[in-house]
């Protein structure tokens, strides 16, 4: 099996994530060190960890991947239909966003004209009537897990939505945003500002994902705060705060600016919070309980935010 042979989910992942004190580049939360058999999530959470059982060789649906939609869509013939499939488990860029046509390129070079099988999970499709899969492409006792594949490279973000991969994947984001690939390289999307050495330091001070009550009653209790621990002011308008779906995003208003030290604090509903909170006044809780992550991007789509964490 080569090096690329399901180095996300036929091995443990053992990831410990640090940076010298002088780099500026925010730091991951870290994966602790563990067993062969498991890895710990930020918050403790330990998920084993195991070689993917592929469906017997009888049960195994495959096609030919005709075409490539975007970074986590894709088009099958399989049996000589079409069927449109969206990747299980990840979320890439949308073609309007920074990266959505580096990971669809990525997708491509992949899959394009390759037979792949097609594994499903719990649920069958997704509400536009895309397959949800994850998808491998077999060449001898080598198998490529393609859904991994693209986190690990920075073209996709994984999703902690309960997959059975969701850990290990999550946990290969890591180590990408630590290394600069893909869409987490620092200006990976351009820089307006001249040459900096770094992205500006924001971090995120508090995340208040599950407070207590039911989730739609508390809106105004669920916030995220992020502070300026740089050594010069940043104007942060028209920056965006996301979370791992591609539906919650949060533009920055004019004229939002942190000076040293200074933080912001965005709440999910239309009220609450400090007295300068932002409000996202959305209908719907934005953190998942489940775990999720919080990204902001620079107003040209660089990320200066990454902060994961465990349900």
């Known amino acids: 099996m080569n090096g690329r042979s399901l180095l996300l989910v036929a091995t443990a992942i053992v990831v410990a994530l640090t940076v010298a004190a002088c780099d500026a580049r925010p730091q991951a939360p870290e994966f602790a060190e563990t067993t062969t058999t498991t ?13 993917p059982t592929l469906p017997p060789t009888e049960e195994r649906v495959t096609g030919v991947v ?16 079409d069927l449109t499939v969206r990747l299980l488990g990840i979320n890439a860029p949308e073609l309007n966003e920074c990266w959505g046509t580096e990971a669809g390129s990525a997708l491509t070079d992949l899959v394009l004209g390759q037979e792949v099988l097609l594994v499903a999970d719990d649920e069958d499709s997704d509400a536009f009537g895309r397959a949800l899969r994850f998808v491998f492409i077999e060449s001898g ?12 490279s920075g073209d996709a973000v994984a999703l902690q939505n309960g997959n059975p991969y969701a850990a290990a994947m999550k946990a290969a984001e890591a180590t990408a945003f630590q290394s600069g690939r893909g869409m987490w390289g620092t200006f990976a999307c351009g820089d307006d500002e001249g040459v900096r050495a770094d992205r500006p330091v924001i971090r995120v001070e508090t995340l208040n994902h599950d407070p207590e009550g039911p989730d739609d009653d508390v809106l105004s209790d669920e916030y ?20 791992e779906s591609s539906t919650n995003r949060l533009t920055f208003p004019s004229g939002t600016i942190l000076g040293v030290g200074e933080s912001v604090t965005v709440v999910t509903g239309c009220d ?40």
């Open 39 to 51: 890895t710990t999530l930020p918050g403790g959470n330990v998920v084993t960890t195991a070689t």
């Open 66 to 81: 005709r075409e490539v939609t975007d970074g986590d869509t894709l088009t099958v013939d399989v049996a000589g239909a």
């Open 141 to 152: 006792d080598d198998v490529e897990f393609v859904n991994a594949t693209l986190v690990a």
């Open 224 to 243: 995220i705060t992020i502070v300026n621990e740089g050594y010069g002011r940043v104007a942060i308008t028209n920056w965006v705060l996301r979370d």
């Open 272 to 311: 609450g919070g400090p007295q300068d909170a932002i409000y996202w006044c959305s209908d719907t809780p934005v953190w998942s309980n489940g775990g999720d992550t919080a990204i902001v991007t620079d107003s040209l789509g660089n990320v200066v935010v990454w902060y994961t964490y465990a349900g």
